[in-house]
């Protein structure tokens, strides 16, 4: 695609960010273009259920709640196109983004690109995604039952999944590179209580074992040097995420985790460009939180664009 249409918004990123963005411009009468890689929902696509967005009281899965926010957005006017972003200039007038389907140009700019697991980055961690190692127990947890599994981290994300999974494996091993956890103290009282959690402080995972399949781990205890191996059937990496703001370095003002500086109004330090969902700077990254930056965001771009953008 190549040609000077200018869209009044692109947003870049279909997840439940980029896409109540996309569903508030469309209603407002926006010619708005969602950009999206692979398929709509993003990280929100992997999770088996969500029960915390209100509305769904049985539950929905991340999947089929993505379809929804898709066709939602569309049947307003949103239009999606599939096509990877590998360039932007968001100082320029109108914004301009080279993709994998030409250059696109608008007046306004939401980046919705979120944010990935952070993996360990130990030898035949890729190789063995879906054969035993795994970065969410929302969504994979299940495929655990009665079985031994591994939980590497000592935030709140480890903390929620070694919970979540003890309600489901038979047994849980917390692996932390320290001698306490770094989560909240609301999870320490059921993380010790639980039967079925064992703790394996100052340690790191060293080297991965498997077969087919992920048969164990080889631990180092950090303070004494010793190693030993664990057998396992699972390990979840729950070591904190990336945001995905490759493209926006130099452009943007990112925190020191590489978040985008922006507060409630998701403006970010060029006019014209708002950040929504889990790439920038909150306190709390959920589905229903990606989803009321998104509202805002077309606020403050309606406000810009009738000041003349």
């Known amino acids: 695609m190549s040609n000077n249409h200018i869209y009044d918004m692109i947003i870049v990123g279909g997840g439940p960010g980029g896409y109540t963005a996309a569903l508030y411009a469309a209603r407002s009468g926006l010619d708005v273009c969602i950009l999206e890689k692979l398929s709509a929902g993003g990280q929100m696509a992997l999770s088996s259920q969500i029960d915390n967005y209100s509305g769904f009281e049985d539950g929905i899965d991340g999947f089929t709640l993505a379809e ?4 939602h957005a569309e049947k307003f006017g949103a239009k999606s196109e599939y096509a990877e972003v590998t360039a932007m200039d968001l100082k320029s007038n109108p914004k301009r983004l080279e993709t994998s389907e030409g250059e696109f140009l608008g007046k306004t700019v939401v980046i919705a690109t979120g944010a990935n697991p952070k993996e360990l980055g130990i030898e035949n961690e890729p190789k063995l995604i879906g054969r035993g190692v795994a970065y969410c127990a929302s969504c994979d947890g299940m495929a655990f039952r009665g079985k031994t599994v591994v939980v590497v981290g000592g935030g709140n994300s480890a903390a929620s999944d070694a919970l979540l999974l003890s309600r489901i494996a038979k047994k849980v091993i917390i692996v932390h590179r320290r001698d306490k956890l770094r989560a909240t103290k609301i999870y320490h009282d059921p993380l010790m ?10 340690s790191v995972v060293e080297e991965l074992l498997f077969d087919e399949r992920l048969t164990g781990v080889r631990l180092k205890n950090v303070s004494t040097g010793e190693e030993d191996v664990v057998e396992c059937d699972g390990i979840f990496i729950s070591v904190g995420r990336k945001p995905a703001t490759d493209l926006v370095k130099g452009q943007l003002d990112l925190d020191k985790s590489g978040y985008i500086v922006a507060g409630e109004s998701t403006e970010t330090n060029i006019p014209g460009v708002y950040a929504v969902g889990d790439v920038r700077t909150k306190v709390l990254r959920q589905v229903i939180t990606a989803a009321s930056d998104g509202a805002v965001a077309v606020h403050m771009a309606e406000e810009y664009i009738a000041g003349g953008a």
């Open 68 to 71: 929804k926010m898709q066709r």
């Open 193 to 202: 209580k639980a039967e079925n959690i064992e703790f394996r402080w100052n």
